[in-house]
């Protein structure tokens, strides 16, 4: 004898909540990562709202503020790195919010892998861009080191592989190359006055490399 319990459709799991929250949270995670990967079908394809930079930069035995005067160079300590930025917002025309992540090899007295993850917001307004196009980031997140950095170690007797990461870019292009950009940056590990678990200061490179917009 045919029985309710026995419909091939299974109405207790169509009726069951846990059921419809499973199904919504897959629908929603595929739904974000098309918006987020496959862009061109969302928005125009002239957008360029995508970035791959690489770069690399050598360490220094200095504070952040001394990067801009007088910097330490440790040639020893060297890296390069990969990042890939997308912009996700826009404050009026002449600032960008974007989002990035970044693979970094070190090299020299150190061998580790460096995993970083930042929001940045990006001026992109100067009086000379007709003839430079020329943009200024600056971007908050985090950085995860594969083992203690040995020059973090060096300089500081506490420090830790997970910590605070703060970029600080300038960018300038040719009007008539809106594709590519040369960059330069500042690369900051830090503690945040021991915020992150108990380290105060940490590590500090410079760099300059090549971005593709697209």
């Given at each position: 004898?045919?029985?309710?319990?026995?419909?091939?459709?299974?109405?207790?799991?169509?009726?069951?909540p846990?059921?419809?929250?499973?199904?919504?949270?897959?629908?929603?995670?595929?739904?974000?990562?098309?918006?987020?990967?496959?862009?061109?079908?969302?928005q125009?394809?002239?957008?360029?709202?995508?970035?791959?930079?690489?770069?690399?930069?050598?360490?220094?035995h200095?504070?952040?503020?001394?990067?801009?005067?007088?910097?330490?160079?440790?040639?020893?300590?060297?890296?390069?790195?990969?990042?890939?930025?997308?912009?996700?917002?826009?404050?009026?025309?002449?600032?960008?919010?974007?989002?990035?992540?970044?693979?970094?090899?070190?090299?020299?007295?150190?061998?580790?892998?460096?995993?970083?993850?930042l929001?940045?917001?990006?001026?992109?307004?100067?009086?000379?861009?007709?003839?430079?196009?020329?943009?200024?980031?600056?971007?908050?997140?985090?950085?995860?080191?594969?083992?203690?950095?040995?020059?973090?170690?060096?300089?500081?007797?506490?420090t830790?592989?997970?910590?605070?990461?703060l970029?600080?870019?300038?960018?300038?292009?040719?009007?008539?190359?809106?594709?590519?950009?040369?960059?330069?940056?500042?690369?900051?590990?830090?503690?945040?006055?021991?915020?992150?678990?108990?380290?105060?200061?940490?590590?500090?490179?410079?760099?300059?490399?090549?971005?593709?917009?697209?």
């Amino acid at each position: 004898m045919w029985k309710p319990s026995a419909f091939p459709h299974r109405p207790d799991r169509v009726l069951n909540p846990p059921f419809f929250r499973k199904m919504w949270k897959r629908i929603g995670v595929i739904s974000s990562a098309a918006v987020i990967f496959f862009p061109a079908y969302w928005q125009a394809a002239e957008a360029r709202d995508w970035t791959v930079t690489a770069y690399g930069a050598v360490q220094a035995h200095s504070e952040l503020h001394e990067m801009f005067f007088d910097p330490d160079f440790d040639s020893s300590y060297k890296f390069v790195a990969v990042a890939l930025n997308r912009k996700i917002g826009s404050m009026g025309e002449n600032l960008d919010f974007e989002g990035e992540a970044q693979v970094v090899k070190h090299f020299g007295g150190q061998h580790h892998l460096e995993f970083n993850g930042l929001l940045i917001a990006r001026w992109n307004r100067f009086p000379w861009d007709r003839h430079l196009d020329t943009s200024l980031a600056v971007g908050e997140g985090l950085s995860l080191a594969t083992e203690t950095p040995e020059i973090e170690a060096l300089r500081h007797e506490k420090t830790s592989a997970f910590l605070n990461y703060l970029l600080i870019e300038v960018s300038i292009g040719l009007p008539d190359l809106p594709r590519w950009s040369l960059v330069w940056r500042i690369h900051h590990r830090s503690g945040v006055f021991g915020l992150f678990h108990g380290v105060h200061g940490a590590s500090n490179a410079m760099g300059a490399g090549v971005s593709y917009h697209f």
